[in-house]
């Protein structure tokens, strides 16, 4: 298998996507969640022969997107979804929380000796305080935890239990690892497919963001009629070359390129490790479970609430804030290793050399 290998930076200062474009040259981006690799072969011979071809008009009530991912599905977590329950989208994040009215009560997961887990008492509070909906992200943004199956399965008879939904955010699914056993929340129980729905994309793992396609998952007849029931603009708006770019990314032809990328993710999130031990020992970081996104606790520096100033001030490197993702990510910080290993090891040598009081 080839590993899939981060486009030289001189080549990626070229681009103009946000995280080329936020911060100054000097500073190495490794915050918002796009990747450094090169487009999969299958997804540059899509776009290639649209922008050929003008085609870029509306996408079309019937395409090949459900069909794909279902091979998609099948092939990589041996799930096989109907397509016929599926609808297409432009993102993950539309019509989610705020957007669609909702008021958000945050559970965040529990950090156990051997891992973060879903905080299932903290859910059952949240539930009986009124929630109506559990918005599940699996696997995980920002630890990479691939949950179990069996606390998936517990989610679903809880939400079932109070009447609520659970709606799964899949995005970073195709990132996880091939031994981390990731879990589709449809194929926990018949419980979870009457109560769920997934929301999936090839956005992060072929670095499609941009482009604006993702599909809404349902495995119930009253979840597929909710879906079937939104306005017919939340499927308009999906991007005619999301969709043909996600066609591609779903497609057999793309597995070996995924698998390539895998290797390099799982090379990279053991730097880490490395990195850290060598020249920051007082970081405490779990590889995560899927994704190529480190979250790494630095309270043990003594660098504040939040790290990720001084680091973007003094060292140049822009990292993610952990108090982005709630009260308990103080002290924290999000980096995104989706690179080369010359530029994680440059971004951690920085870091490490800033001149810090240590706790
Ligand atoms: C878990 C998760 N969900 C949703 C999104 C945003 O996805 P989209 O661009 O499809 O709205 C991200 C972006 O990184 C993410 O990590």
Avoid at 178 to 191: E, H, K
Avoid at 260 to 282: F, K, Q, S, W
Wanted: net charge negative; charged share 25%; proline share 6%.
């Amino acid at each position: 298998m080839t590993p899939v290998r981060a486009l030289p930076l001189e080549q990626l200062r070229q681009r103009t996507s946000e995280k080329w474009r936020e911060y100054p040259a000097d500073v190495l981006p490794l915050f918002v969640a796009e990747t450094d690799f090169p487009l999969a072969p299958a997804i540059t011979t899509a776009l290639e022969r649209a922008v050929r071809d003008g085609d870029t008009g509306y996408v079309a009530s019937k395409t090949p997107l459900a069909d794909a991912f279902a091979g998609f599905a099948s092939r990589r977590y041996g799930w096989e979804p109907d397509p016929g329950r599926m609808r297409s989208t432009a993102d993950v994040s539309m019509g989610i929380v705020e957007e669609a009215g909702a008021v958000v009560e945050r559970v965040p997961l529990r950090d156990t000796d051997s891992g973060w887990e879903l905080d299932i008492d903290g859910i059952r509070v949240a539930l009986e305080h009124g929630a109506r909906a559990v918005l599940l992200c699996n696997p995980h943004n920002p630890t990479g935890t691939v949950h179990s199956a069996r606390s998936l399965a517990a989610l679903a008879d809880l939400a079932a239990d109070h009447g609520a939904a659970v709606i799964s955010d899949e995005i970073h699914a195709p990132l996880a690892q091939p031994d981390a056993g990731f879990t589709p929340f449809l194929t926990v129980s018949d419980v979870a497919r009457a109560v769920g729905y997934a929301v999936v994309s090839a956005s992060k793992a072929f670095n499609l963001a941009g482009l604006k396609c993702a599909l809404m998952v349902t495995a119930a007849d009253e979840t597929t009629r909710l879906v079937r029931g939104l306005p017919v603009e939340v499927e308009w708006r999906t991007g005619q070359f999301g969709l043909l770019a996600a066609v591609a990314a779903f497609s057999e032809e793309s597995d070996s390129w995924l698998d390539g990328l895998l290797v390099t993710l799982d090379e990279n999130r053991r730097l880490i490790t490395e990195l850290l031990a060598t020249h920051l020992p007082e970081a405490r970081y779990r590889e995560p479970d899927a994704g190529y996104l480190a979250w790494i606790d630095l309270t043990g520096l003594g660098w504040g609430e939040n790290p990720s100033k001084r680091i973007l001030r003094e060292a140049k490197v822009a990292l993610h804030f952990g108090p982005a993702f709630g009260a308990e990510g103080a002290g924290h910080v999000r980096l995104n290793f989706g690179t080369s290993p010359e530029i994680i090891t440059e971004a951690i040598t920085r870091i490490a050399a800033l001149d810090a009081p240590r706790a």
